[in-house]
């Protein structure tokens, strides 16, 4: 609420060169975005030979000798492979993630015949017109900038952002001498109203305004966790100020040499019972098995019920390399409440909760974030042409 319009005035102006700053990356972001709310159906409908396997079942091969299988093709191409997928799905391949080939950072094994079904390099279209997906999720939050700059600048953007969503709400309040809150509250919701048979410039306006209003809360959430995406140093000292903040991850501190792969993993998934039982969390699909060089641990990734949503698998164990002792377990929610707020924005960013109805609003909600920005340019340029035709007047 504002006692003069000048008051008002300078959020207005503030919201327009922050809006007139941004927008050109949140139509980037906003159309990409809206297509990435389907990135995974739409790369396997792409890929089908890379994702789906001829045979069916569980009868999967054990995964230490899948891990080397794996582990073998790719230091024969110069790449090391240091995590295993767990995601043994009937009918689907494992997907890996390879650093250091210049060849490919992407392999496909099948899980019954320990067959390489193919490797590509992830986003790449001179590789292949197949990773248009890849092409597009890494366009989103990299403009396929190099280096660190697109991510920084992405960064950047993602909090002006955040700090415009507050002041577009101050652009919509009420000019009032004296404040009454029956007053406010019945000025304030003519922001809110939409005339569907007005044209032109005012159509865009009352849009903007009133839609913005509405979905103000889920533009709050995209616009702070492109921030945790990719402004960290940002988003961490500001949400931990607010919210617990979870430890470090463990190390041990020590170079011995690590466990063999089975026997290390088969310890992980008996101290993932061990303290599920512990906590009383039940346990659902694993994720995978990670060695982490530089703290000499393994790190165990698997499905619980601490997860946000069934489809996701966040939750994390630590243990020893070398001699399989537990060191520390991270719960998605409800063990540190940075942690719980974190994931809650991935997974609501990412399109992973709430099933095919809210990957549909996040799709659209894309749109709309393109539309904000066109229809906040327009209104500007309106506004422009105005001034102008008043000033030679």
């Known amino acids: 609420m504002f006692s003069h319009a000048q008051h008002k005035q300078k959020f207005v102006s503030l919201h327009r060169y922050f ?14 975005g809206s297509i990435l709310a ?37 230091e024969s191409h110069g790449g ?18 390879v650093n250091g080939s210049e060849e490919f950072n992407r392999l496909f094994i099948n899980p019954y015949t320990a067959e390489v079904m193919g490797a590509r390099q992830w986003g790449d279209l001179s590789d292949s017109w197949r990773n248009i997906a890849g092409f597009i999720y890494k366009l989103h939050y990299t403009l396929w900038l190099p280096g660190t700059w697109g991510v920084l600048l992405l960064g950047i953007i993602a909090l002006i952002w955040t700090v415009d969503c507050f002041i577009a709400v101050a652009t919509t309040l009420p000019i009032m001498k004296r404040f009454s809150w029956k007053l406010f509250r019945q000025r304030w919701k003519q ?47 500001v949400t931990y100020a607010v919210f617990q903040a979870p430890p470090e991850t463990p190390s041990t501190g020590h170079t011995l040499t690590p466990l063999p792969f089975q026997e290390a993993l088969s310890m992980a998934r008996a101290h993932a019972e061990s ?12 994720r995978s098995f990670r060695y982490l060089k530089a703290k000499n641990t393994f790190q165990y990734r698997f499905h619980s019920s601490r997860d946000v949503d069934d489809a996701i698998a966040r939750s994390v164990i630590y243990i020893d390399a070398a001699t399989g002792e537990f060191l520390d377990v991270y719960w998605p929610t409800g063990q540190y409440s940075g942690t719980t707020v974190t994931q809650w924005l991935y997974a609501l960013h990412m399109a992973e909760v709430f099933g095919r109805p809210y990957q549909l609003l996040v799709c659209l909600l894309g749109l709309m974030v393109t539309y904000f920005s066109y229809s906040g340019v327009k209104i500007w340029w309106r506004k422009r042409q105005k001034a102008r035709t008043k000033r030679r007047a």
């Open 19 to 32: 809006g007139l700053t941004i927008a050109l990356f949140l139509v980037v972001s906003g159309l990409t």
């Open 191 to 237: 922001s809110f109203k939409m005339r569907w048979k007005s044209k032109g410039y005012t159509f865009h306006f009352l849009l903007h305004r009133s839609a913005g209003l509405w979905l103000w809360a889920l533009l709050l959430i995209f616009a702070w966790s492109s921030v945790a995406f990719n402004l960290r140093d940002v988003y961490k000292p």
């Open 275 to 286: 303290i599920a039982s512990e906590y009383k969390v039940s346990l659902g699909h694993e």
């Open 38 to 74: 389907y990135y995974h159906e739409l790369d396997e409908w792409l890929n089908p030979d890379l994702f789906f396997t001829e045979q069916k079942g569980s009868n999967f091969l054990q995964e230490d000798y899948l891990y080397r299988a794996a582990q073998g093709y790719t």
């Open 80 to 97: 090391t492979l240091n995590t295993m997928s767990l995601e043994f799905v009937s009918g689907r391949s494992l997907r890996l993630y």
